[in-house]
Each structure stands twice: as C-alpha cells, then as structure tokens.
C-alpha cells in the first residue's frame, strides 16, 4: 500500500486491456477510453473514485484500503464466447463481471493476487469484461455517446463485483440510481 494521505480514495491496482481486434472505428469513438495507455490511467481514477463513493455503503467484508480488478474491453465475439461458457448463454452481451467475491466460488482456482494484497490491505473484486461492439450499438438507444455507454457499463460490471444484483425490478431501479450517481461524480471529475 502507498504511505500517500489518507483522500478517502482507496488504492487501485488496475489491470486494463483493450482487444487488439477491435474495429478502428470503434476505438476511435471510444477515444480515451480504449487507448490502452491513457486509458488505463483515466479507468484508474474513474474507478477509484467510484469506490471511494461506494466504501461506506459496503458491507465489511469488502471495505479495504485497496482493491484489484481487471477491466477487458473486447469485441461481441471474445464476449459472446466468455457469455457461453460461464453463463451458460448464447450471443454476446455488453457486460460481464466475474465477482472474485461471490459466494459458491470455493472450489475455483485461485486468483493471482497482487504483492500488496499478501498484507490483507488489499481486496481482489475480480474483472469486468465489456464489449465495444454491443456498447457501440447500444449509446443511440439510451440517447448518448459510445463514451457515455461505456462508463454506464463499468458502474454496472463495478456494482455487480461488489454484490450488487438486479433479479426483480425494485433492485434493478436501486442499482440504475446508484450508476446515475456514480456517474454524475465522474462527469463532475
């Protein structure tokens, strides 16, 4: 962990990708948000930030002065292929998260943990996989851009690692909410 001051923004190590296979067109709208090395540092503080706000809410088991996660921006067929074989669903999807924390994952394989998580400082929350394809063709029917689906979809992949879930409508509507929040912060930023 750093020895930086306390700005009740949590410590992040973030592992970032963005399919190589990825139309131009696509990446280009996405602008910053699929550069694989400006990226990774805009993904950083958005996502901090965003945990941040989140970190009182948490229950205690996922409140940690650091976290890990991955963020993959891939093409619908690398996600329609993730979306089959772990959900056991055809066609590609626009979000995936893979909950590290979850219940009934005891007899996964162990995931690689970061040096500073061995002080137990550290939480690892697992990965969100989106698709730039889906995301791409989904902004004009919300009203917004390639940029603005993407970040919609990282609150929700981030809600999903940290136990949110959506299997009525009442629980749909609190999660939408607190992705409008997380995102009205991140335009604030």
Do not use: C
């Amino acid at each position: 962990m750093s020895d930086a001051p306390d700005t009740g923004v949590p410590d992040l190590d973030l592992a970032f990708e963005v399919a190589g296979d990825l139309e131009p067109a696509l990446v280009q709208a996405a602008g910053v948000l699929a550069d694989p090395l400006q990226g990774a540092e805009h993904w950083h503080g958005l996502i901090s930030q965003w945990l941040g706000a989140l970190t009182s809410e948490l229950p205690q088991e996922l409140q940690a002065a650091g976290y890990s996660l991955g963020l993959s921006l891939v093409g619908d067929a690398e996600i329609a292929e993730l979306n089959q074989d772990w959900r056991d669903k055809a066609g590609a999807t626009d979000v995936l998260a893979f909950a590290a924390q979850d219940d009934g994952l005891e007899d996964a394989p162990a995931i690689p943990m970061p040096d500073w998580a061995e002080d137990e400082e550290g939480l690892e929350l697992g990965d969100i996989v989106i698709s730039l394809d889906t995301a791409a063709r989904q902004a004009p029917e919300h009203g917004h851009d390639v940029q603005q689906e993407l970040l919609f979809l990282a609150t929700h992949g981030l809600l999903h690692l940290l136990g949110w879930d959506h299997p009525d409508e009442v629980s749909l509507e609190a999660m939408l909410k607190r992705q409008e929040q997380l995102l009205a912060s991140a335009q604030q930023r």
